[in-house]
């Protein structure tokens, strides 16, 4: 069997990061157990405390642990013959010379060729450091050999930032061998996305503005800030959420069929549909609201407001939860809004996506004694996976009635068991060579073009989050942005309903 990571090591920068401990390891373990790690293939992990191989890998046991299911004795045992713990102070130049010299040593007993993927799991404050460092020592652009560097988001914090940060990078790394992770783009139902658009005959020749009405992305959570204090509160949804993935969604559900379906045709094409989203230049305040959780019950947990939590300035003014309204400035699509949702603390965990239809002609049931519901499909990405394709019917048994009826394909159901974590997918993929499903710079900046639009705008007319409860249904506020276009929301407690 041909497996996935196969002649590199894997170097994580932060190796007792969150992102560690939550993502990287536990789909590691995944991949282990999957059978997709061959045997020249490597992982150090470096951090800055003073811990032997044995303590490092008994705390890393304990932490993946908890996000894998049952962990499997044998299974752990042979991923952790690859992994290595290399003390290093990102800061101190003299330690990456270790950090060169325990990679070769590893490359001679893993056979692993002197290829690198550096991942960045530490503050965005070391990536400059850290790739100077990685120079200084030769440890880039060796000669038959490749490199690459994975970044997390957030990739900058405005378009300036994120053009110095993406300069950086590209003094040492070819745009090919940069990695900007969106962790979304690995989700089973984003990447059914374009399946579905352009491998079906039926949907094409109605995605465009004479057949759609509107489109509607939710994106609910029902957890809080956590301990990500730090890095959120000089963030907020707006950077958290929309200049990456519900942007990146909306490319894909709006984007023009690419030439070639590889990852260059697609991010292409992604490019010139976020280019072409309308920026927040005119001064209507109704088309954005801002909002902030307050205290409140998640089911039947009392948990505390946004002010309130660890880490968070008792007058902060982050936005917690971003509602606005998009529109896209070309031929195919003028005319038709795209209402954004996304939130913390709301009553569900979903990420949906809602293309609604125009009216049907309904003259011909004039009697019916229901109104005629307009056709719909929904694509449900977490954690239903799945497509509900919404449309009337003649109600059993009846002379004239007429209801609207779901059709309903839930995607997980089918593959359950064969659905890999997205990280697992990506790490592959990093492996691999292919980089579709992480961004590119132009979208980044494209993107970032967009929400520092938003921002100014809000900055100007004073937009300020409201308060709402934590674990809300529904919220007035936000419906007032559909309502006033004499639309409604779909909603997120409707997501993850089955039918
Ligand atoms: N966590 C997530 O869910 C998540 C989600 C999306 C993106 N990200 C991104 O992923 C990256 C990591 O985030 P995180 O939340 O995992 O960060 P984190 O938990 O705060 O971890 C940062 C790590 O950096 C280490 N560190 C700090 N200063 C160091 C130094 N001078 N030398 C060596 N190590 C040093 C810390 O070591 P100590 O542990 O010893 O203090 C810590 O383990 C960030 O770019 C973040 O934006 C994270």
Known sequence: MLKAMDGCILVIFGAYSDLTKRKLLPALYNLQKSGKLSNNFAVVCAGR??????????????????????MDETVWIELRERIYYSKLDFNDKTGYRKLNSTCGRIDKMHNTKGNRIFYMASSASFFESITDNLKRNNMIDNKNTWQRVVIEKPFGKDKETAKGLNNKLRRYFKEKDIYRI?????????????????????????????????????????????????????????????????????ALITMEKPGIMDSAGIRKEKTRILKSIKKFKEDKSNIIVLGQYG???????????????????????????????????????????????????????????????????????????NELENNAIIISIQPKEGVIYRFNGRKAGSE???????????????????????????????????????????????????????IEFNRRNCILPFIYESGSKGLKEVEKLTAQDNRIWYGWENCNKNT
């Not at 394909?409 to 997205?422: A, D, G, I, R, V």
């Open 49 to 70: 405390r003073n811990k032997s191989w044995e303590e490092y890998i008994k705390d890393m046991k304990a932490a993946a642990g908890n996000h894998v299911e049952n």
């Open 182 to 250: 969106d962790h979304y783009l690995a989700k089973e139902m984003i990447q059914n996305i374009l399946v579905l658009r352009f491998a079906n005959i039926l949907f094409e020749p109605v995605w465009c503005n004479t057949y759609i009405d509107n489109v509607q992305i939710i994106s609910a959570e029902v957890d809080g800030v956590g301990n990500r204090a730090g890095y959120y509160d000089s963030s907020g949804a707006l950077r958290d959420m929309i200049q990456n993935h519900i942007l990146q969604l909306l």
């Open 295 to 369: 205290p409140g019950y998640t089911g039947a947990k009392y948990v505390k407001g946004y002010k309130e939590e660890q880490g968070v300035p008792s007058n902060s003014r982050t936005e917690t939860l971003a509602a606005l309204k998009l529109e896209i400035e070309n031929e195919r699509w003028e005319g038709v809004p795209f209402y954004i949702l996304t939130g913390k603390r709301l009553s569900q965990k979903t990420t949906c996506v809602i293309v609604n239809f125009k009216e049907a002609s309904a003259s011909l049931f004039k009697g019916n004694c």
């Open 400 to 454: 004239n009635s007429i209801l609207p009826v779901n059709m309903d394909y839930c995607h997980n159901c089918t593959y359950e068991k064969n659905s890999p974590e997205s990280y697992e997918r990506l790490l592959e993929d990093a492996a691999k060579g292919n980089s579709s499903l992480f961004t590119g710079w132009e979208e980044v900046e494209s993107s970032w073009e967009l929400v520092d639009s938003i």
